[in-house]
């Protein structure tokens, strides 16, 4: 099982940017799919971006054009790169991935963004 670990969450104002890491333990290279996830208090989580093996990206409307999902095999990374920061982006951040090989997907323990003046 693949162990994850997100990171970069904090406080930014709106307008801001942050980048988002996701540390994967072991190596994620045969992935079939990463993506990021959010949850806001008292909602549902929902999809924000998925980066399939083959290079397709898709994103929630709400992240089109401000967000940008990226997977970096060297370092065994994920990110994802958050642009134009709004207060309902507010939420924790979870990374996913899923697994070629197994089928399995893993989740990380997720970091918390908070966009505020």
């Known amino acids: 099982q693949v162990q994850l670990v997100e990171s970069g969450g904090g406080l930014v104002q709106p307008g801001g940017s942050l980048r988002l890491s996701c540390a994967a333990s072991?190596?994620?290279?045969?992935?079939?799919?990463v993506a990021w996830h959010r949850q806001a208090p008292g909602k549902e989580r929902e999809l924000v971006a998925t980066?399939?093996?083959?290079?397709?990206?898709n994103y929630a409307d709400f992240a089109k054009g401000r967000f940008t999902i990226s997977f970096d095999n060297g370092q065994n990374m994920v990110y994802l790169q958050m642009n134009s920061l709004k207060p309902e982006d507010t939420a924790v951040y979870y990374c996913?991935?899923?697994?070629?090989?197994?089928?399995?997907?893993?989740w990380g323990q997720g970091t918390q963004v908070t966009v505020s003046s």
């Open positions: 072991g190596s994620i290279f045969n992935f079939a799919v």
């Open positions: 996913y991935v899923r697994m070629l090989t197994t089928g399995r997907g893993s």
């Open positions: 980066l399939t093996r083959g290079g397709s990206t």
